[in-house]
Nanobody, 114 residues
Framework: QVQVVESGGGLVQPGGSLRLSCVAS????????MAWYRQAPGKQRELVAR???????SVVDSVRGRFTISRDNAINTVYLQMLRLKPEDTAVYYC????????WGKGTLVTVSL
């Protein structure tokens, strides 16, 4: 059983920045595939960024050049650095773990608004 806890969400103005963190429990963290998803109000959940156990990353087109996913295996943490935020980035952001099965955090809300 993997516990997943996100943090770092909040209210930010357009053009601002936030860094989200996700801590996932377990001694095998370095083997986990990790991802960030988001769900905007009234929309389906979408994949935002992925980082696998070999540190290969990918991001969705809409955030490419603005968001960066990274991980620190020493502290069981994955980050999503979000720059130049736009109102359309407003969503609940969820951390996802793929190992023996999928695990999800409860989400952290990012609101981009004046």
């Amino acid at each position: 059983q993997v516990q997943v806890v996100e943090s770092g969400g909040g209210l930010v103005q357009p053009g601002g920045s936030l860094r989200l963190s996700c801590v996932a429990s377990g001694s095998d963290f370095s083997l986990y595939h990790m991802a960030w998803y988001r769900q905007a109000p009234g929309k389906q959940r979408e994949l935002v960024a992925r980082i696998n156990n070999g540190l290969i990353t990918s991001v969705v087109d809409s955030v490419r050049g603005r968001f960066t996913i990274s991980r620190d295996n020493a502290i069981n943490t994955v980050y999503l650095q979000m720059l130049r935020l736009k109102p359309e980035d407003t969503a609940v952001y969820y951390c996802n773990v793929q190992f023996d099965k999928e695990y999800w955090g409860k989400g952290t809300l990012v609101t981009v608004s004046l």
